[in-house]
């Protein structure tokens, strides 16, 4: 039997509407309106987008969003002067700066100069030490949208088995991290499951994920993971994003996978869209936060 197909946009939807409705709320009470920068460095095509849909999701939630466009040969330094300037601007209370950046620039020093209480990514080492013992101050994007996705589909993680294919910093590593807390972020838990953490030096990784009981794959490859990796019934979530000649592409087989998984995640229409509606809530809670 085909599977159950995993409506992220519907998902995130439903999730930007409470958000909305939360930003509204928070500015009937303190009268300050939300405000996210995005820093879009260079003119990466795929970045341009994206940086662009999440302008977009803030205006529709209230929040004021803002895109700082800086050339290609920007240096670090000016980059890191502009950084400066947002973590001291009241009214700015989140800064996002889009991944990747030029090669010319450190990453990792940049990303450490956005103030943490304004690193609505989730990205500095004091937010992913708070996140990893269990007392987020935010939790990262796109873990914490596979996680309400799954949650909001009723699929409870609790006591099962996820393997997490990838482990970078963004993803897979903190997708592991928070589905194997004790308690789920903000209320209503979707937590507590055993997680295995997958990568390229796995060994026989089709024996490790043929007794997932979910299965996310974040590793960046179109197609990877095939129908024989698959438990039949096991749920497939599916993170990947490559841009292949035939067009977007998910790592996984969607076709082949999708006849022997219970429920499954689209690219697009999966998780995508619950990056851009976590990144909203995370700019009200650092507005809430910064805000007497
Ligand atoms: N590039 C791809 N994904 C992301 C993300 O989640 N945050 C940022 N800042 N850049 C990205």
Redesign the pocket.
């Known amino acids: 039997m085909a599977a159950q197909i995993l409506d992220g946009k519907k998902i995130a939807l439903q999730i930007r509407e409470e958000v909305a409705v939360q930003v509204q709320k928070f500015y009937e009470i303190k009268r300050v309106q939300p405000k996210l920068v995005a820093i879009l460095v260079g003119d990466d095509p795929a970045s341009a987008v ?1 940086v662009r849909n999440k302008e977009l999701a803030c205006k529709k939630a209230g929040i004021a969003g803002e895109v700082i466009r800086l050339p290609h040969q920007t240096t670090q330094i000016e980059l890191l002067a502009k950084i400066c300037e947002l973590n001291d601007e009241d009214t700015c209370h989140g800064i ?4 990747p950046l030029p090669a010319h620039i450190d990453t990792r020093t940049v990303l450490d100069a956005v103030a943490p209480e304004k690193d609505v ?1 989730c990205f500095s080492p004091v937010n992913v030490g708070l996140m990893s013992q269990g007392r987020p101050r935010f939790l990262p ?2 873990p914490h949208g596979v996680q309400q996705l799954l949650g909001r589909c009723g699929i409870d993680v609790q006591g099962k088995h996820v393997v997490v294919i990838g482990r970078s910093d ?1 993803v897979g590593k903190p997708t592991a991290m928070i589905l194997a807390l004790p308690t789920g972020p903000f209320g209503k838990s979707n937590a507590n499951a055993t997680v295995t953490i997958c990568h390229s030096q796995t060994q026989d990784l089709a024996s490790v994920t043929r007794n997932a009981d979910i299965v996310i794959a974040a590793i960046g490859k179109a197609r990877f993971v095939t129908a024989e990796m698959i438990k039949p019934g096991a749920c497939v979530i599916d993170v990947g994003m490559n841009q292949t000649p035939e067009g977007l592409c998910g790592d996984v087989d969607f076709d082949r996978v999708s006849q022997v998984a219970s429920a499954i995640t689209p690219v697009p229409g999966g998780v995508g869209p619950l ?1 851009i509606a976590m990144l909203l809530r995370n700019t009200l809670i650092a507005a809430e936060t910064q805000t007497n």
């Open positions: 994206y996002l700066v889009q991944l990514d994007c796109t963004i990056t």
